[in-house]
């Protein structure tokens, strides 16, 4: 792709000098110019680069407009006589070119083959605008072609050429090279001298990177040449100056400089292939040198590796391998590296490891490299739940770039900064916080914010409880299942076989040594879609106290309805009404959308109002009643995920009950703390910016993280009210003080009075604390899902905390729209498999039948079996478990995406469930919870509309993004 630092600086000049070498280098050769205002630019390219009509270039201009104006003024012109063009269009339209192009060459006989070179020239500067007034450099981005930039070579075009670079740069293109024309024949001004000198100074070798041609180079010295960076420095080439005369024809001066435009052609070409290969190169070195999470390593096969090179939106940019060039005898590798591979042929399959082969550039060539080729994969797990606006944002690029220019890192305790004070107001006084929270406490992750949260709780219950509080014993009520972070002390937060590792599966636990996990836990109802019905999911319980209360319930009502049930498990005997009592399998039937059982909508089941009348809501009230009484009495906090058990299973809980739960649990005599771990829940990811909204409470203390900074950095932090603050200094004046007053005077006792001489603190703090670097992220985070258009109005009616629903007023909120609706949901819980299937906001949590179909039997494991079969589609899921599927998508990702999405998913799981061959997924442990697994490429059962466009690597450009 050809941008120019500017207007007037030879765009098209360079890229017939572009294409004339491509031609002189035997290959066939493509010009597109997406958007062209006034006189076309094609006839100039025609009239040097084939004058005879004969010579193997396509020249093609997508959008022109007659009238000589910038393109958003043309495309605003035309909405009077026709439809305008979108950012959509335009990308649309190269990429369908492109792929014409390659289907051309592949009808061409095999000796007749050429190696493809596409030449994209865009208009105006780097930042002009485009047709739909989106900066041409964003427009294109996704596409992420290499980048030859034009130079100024006039008086100020310094300035001019590297705010360009930077802004090419700051967007995450690769600029190979940068071409000037000269304005005198001996460059006077030194333009390109100086352009280099800068370019070289930014990224100059690390002491010892350079190879130095030694023959015995080893794998690492090829890994880190090209050096650490993302990019080496661009290299400068300089042309003649055109004539002064614009009427004479340039056929002498391009004859002239056609010696430095295949200098050009040959570096940019080089340049793509080192590139690739010293990615394979990390490849390998990776795999020596890193240590990932949650993962098998005993299971773990290189080619089962993937290497993201870059991410875009909702896609990554992923290295893979395509089958024909593992299949294939030596003599026909380079056939198989042809331009016309297919998304079809490309299945990742084991390799032998090649043997370096050593080339003239002094970089380690394998055979890898060579079969090599780009694939944009759909981020099917929003990156481990964290991305927000979708990756490469140019906004959150920029914005974080402005604060390490301003600030790097500073000292936070007793310093202020701005991005830390205006995030903290946001979370307090507009975010989650709103009209409960009064402090934020800054660490680095999911983690971190737990214990800090856990350390405020047990300080506030002990200042509640005062001189009956047992200061060396308090523990957790936690939902079964829950799991709130991997550091020893959030550990204590769930039971200890969750805790230690245990897994039904495994004889030993991952952590034999651990002997916390010391926290009581209390069943929680689910509900999802099964069968097209959106009901109880109580059959996950294992409970019999909480099954019996629900059957109880739902038997009693006006239709003689009853939730069904299988519930064959275990007892936890914590608190368990009958601990050594089995419930047999239930079979009562379920008559559709019952008031107890069942719900028309989503929106039914958040009507707590209407549901606190319900029997259900009294059977609730009573199990949690005969929880708290039973449960020990160094139980002081209570700590629910708000609506999703995450690493727990994906599971969404009843929202009637975690409302009666956090209510009943609040009142005296248990008086409990109340934490909300919002890690993955909050901010926008199921729909309002605080989860615990759908359950019309407010905590102590809550945690935000993930999705804080968009993805982009780590940060989280623990939100507290003015009354856990003064847990730690209740001496401290504060407009919120008189409400805590009273509370501070009961807890007086000779522990509060040792603490007036030596006050309590709250131990515990990070270095990067209030990053403003990390800070600046969540307030551009914030700001670009608050101005959101999926951001809608809700309308819910709110019950005051143990009140009735006669005391029900109504509340407008803001809620991010889900992007699955109820309509999908049910389609989805019928596909073959699917057990239950369930959605908020932009998450998708699929349960799938414990027997899976023959394209199972490799695995053992259904969840398994479908994420492979989904990475063979393209899309990068993750599973939770054996039997369960979890999609999630940002809350900005387009609708069509969404669809596809479903598409996608619908053909993975009926290969799953219902294919009589068995999948070639590489043999992965079940009790991987979390791993990613391999990557693969599109390979069979995808239909020829929903493929994504590939190029090969020896395509200029080497490949590009494709919406899902």
């Excluded at 080192?274 to 070195?285: A, G």
């Excluded at 079964?480 to 002390?489: Q, W």
């Excluded at 495994?506 to 509900?527: E, L």
């Amino acid at each position: 792709m050809v941008f120019g630092a500017g207007t007037d600086v030879g765009k098209t000049i360079i890229c017939a000098g572009l294409s004339m070498a491509a031609l002189h280098a035997n290959r066939r050769v493509c010009y597109i110019k997406p958007v062209q205002t006034g006189s076309l630019d094609e006839y100039f390219i025609q009239l040097y680069c084939n004058p005879r009509g004969i010579s193997d270039i396509f020249v093609r201009t997508l959008h022109h407009w007659k009238i000589n104006a910038a393109a958003h003024v043309a495309n605003k012109a035309q909405r009077k006589s026709g439809a305008p063009i979108s950012d959509q269009d335009l990308l649309s339209g190269i990429q369908r070119e492109m792929k014409a192009f390659a289907e051309i060459e592949a009808d061409v006989p095999a000796k007749q083959r050429k190696k493809p070179f596409i030449v994209v020239e865009t208009a105006g500067g780097v930042l002009s605008p485009g047709p739909n007034r989106t900066l041409q450099a964003d427009v294109y981005r996704s596409l992420r072609l290499p980048v030859v930039l034009v130079a100024d070579g006039r008086l100020g075009g310094i300035s001019a050429t590297l705010t360009s670079f930077e802004s090419l740069r700051l967007r995450g293109y690769t600029v190979h090279a940068i071409v000037l024309i000269a304005q005198d024949p001996n460059d006077t001004l030194g333009n390109s001298a100086t352009i280099q000198a800068h370019l070289d100074a930014i990224y100059q070798p690390i002491p010892g990177d350079v190879h130095t041609g030694n023959a015995e180079m080893t794998s690492s010295a090829a890994f880190t040449s090209p050096r650490w960076s993302l990019q080496r420095s661009p290299r400068v080439f300089t042309l003649s100056p055109i004539p002064n005369d614009r009427n004479q024809l340039l056929h002498n001066w391009f004859h002239q400089n056609m010696a430095t435009f295949l200098d050009v052609f040959h570096h940019v070409h080089q340049s793509e292939e080192e590139e690739l290969r010293s990615y394979v190169e990390m490849h390998r070195e990776g795999l020596k040198k890193v240590w990932w999470p949650f993962t098998n390593y005993y299971k773990v096969r290189p080619e089962d590796v993937g290497f993201i090179e870059s991410a875009h939106g909702d896609h990554y940019r992923v290295i893979t391998y395509p089958a024909a060039a593992h299949a294939k005898p030596p003599h026909a590798s380079h056939a198989s590296r042809s331009s016309h591979a297919s998304p079809a042929d490309a299945q990742l399959q084991p390799t032998a490891s090649a043997a370096p082969v050593a080339s003239p550039g002094g970089v380690n060539v394998t055979e890898e490299s060579k079969k090599a080729v780009f694939v944009s994969a759909f981020d099917g797990s929003a990156s481990w739940w964290t991305q927000a606006v979708g990756h490469g944002h140019v906004d959150l690029a920029a914005a974080l770039a402005e604060a390490a220019g301003r600030y790097g890192h500073v000292l936070f305790p007793r310093h202020l900064h701005a991005p830390a004070v205006q995030l903290a107001r946001y979370l307090t006084e507009k975010g989650p916080g709103k009209d409960w929270a009064d402090r934020v406490f800054f660490s680095e992750n999911e983690s971190s914010a737990v214990e800090v949260a856990l350390k405020m709780a047990f300080r506030l219950a002990q200042q509640r409880r005062g001189a009956a509080a047992d200061h060396k014993s308090m523990m957790v009520l936690s939902q079964r299942g829950a799991f709130h972070g991997d550091s020893v002390r959030a550990m204590n937060l769930v039971t200890h076989a969750v805790a230690a590792g245990a897994a039904p599966h495994h004889t030993d636990t991952q952590h034999p040594w651990y002997d916390g996990g010391h926290a009581v836990s209390i069943a929680t109802p689910c509900v999802a879609f099964q069968n097209g019905v959106l009901q109880l999911q109580v059959e996950d319980l294992q409970d019999a106290a909480i099954t019996a209360l629900v059957r109880e319930a739902t038997d009693g009502d006006e239709d003689g309805a009853a939730a069904s049930a299988t519930v064959g498990g275990p007892v936890d005997a914590s608190l368990a009404t009958s601990p050594a009592q089995f419930l047999p399998p239930l079979q009562a039937h379920h008559a559709p959308h019952s008031a107890q059982g069942s719900f028309h909508s989503t929106a039914e089941l958040f009507d707590l109002a209407q549901r606190l009348k319900t029997p259900l809501a009294t059977q609730y009230a009573r199990y949690i009643g005969d929880v708290l009484r039973r449960m020990p009495r160094e139980v002081a906090v209570l700590a629910i995920e708000p609506l999703l058990i995450a690493t727990g299973g994906m599971r969404f809980v009843d929202p009637l009950f975690q409302h009666l739960l956090v209510s009943l649990a609040r009142q005296p005599p248990h008086g409990l703390v109340v934490l909300c771990d919002e890690t993955v829940t909050g901010l926008y990811r199921l729909g309002p910016v605080a989860a615990a909204d759908w359950l019309q409470q407010r905590p102590d203390v809550a945690c935000y993280a993930k999705m804080l900074t968009g993805g982009y950095v780590p940060l989280a932090v623990t939100l507290a009210s003015e009354e856990v603050f003064a847990a730690f200094y209740p001496h401290i004046d504060g407009d919120a003080r008189a409400a805590s007053a009273a509370t501070v005077a009961t807890a007086a006792s000779a522990a509060s009075a040792a603490s007036a001489v030596h006050p309590p603190l709250l131990m515990h703090g990070h270095s990067f604390s209030a990053s403003p670097v990390a800070c600046t992220a969540a307030l551009e985070t914030l700001r670009l899902l608050e101005n959101s258009p999926r951001l809608e109005s809700h309308q819910t009616t709110r019950v005051a905390d143990g009140a009735g629903a006669a005391d029900a007023v109504p509340v407008e909120s803001r809620v991010m729209a889900a992007a699955f609706g109820d309509e999908d949901l049910r389609a989805v819980s019928k596909l073959p498999g699917v057990r239950s299937a369930m959605s908020l906001g932009s998450v998708l949590s699929i349960h799938l039948h414990a027997s899976g179909g023959p394209a199972t039997s490799s695995t053992g494991s259904p969840a398994l079996t479908v994420i492979r079969l989904l990475r063979q589609e393209r899309v990068f899921a993750r599973h939770v478990g054996t039997h369960s599927v979890c999609l999630m998508v940002t809350p900005v990702t387009a609708d069509y995406d969404q669809q596809r999405l479903l598409r996608v998913l619908r053909r993975a799981l009926t290969k799953a469930f219902y294919a009589n061959r068995a999948t070639a997924a590489a043999d992965v442990d079940e009790g991987d919870t979390q791993a990613t697994g391999g990557v693969e490429a599109a390979g069979g059962g995808a239909s020829a509309a929903d493929d994504a466009v590939v190029a090969p690597t020896n395509f200029s450009p080497a490949a590009f993004h494709t919406p899902l």
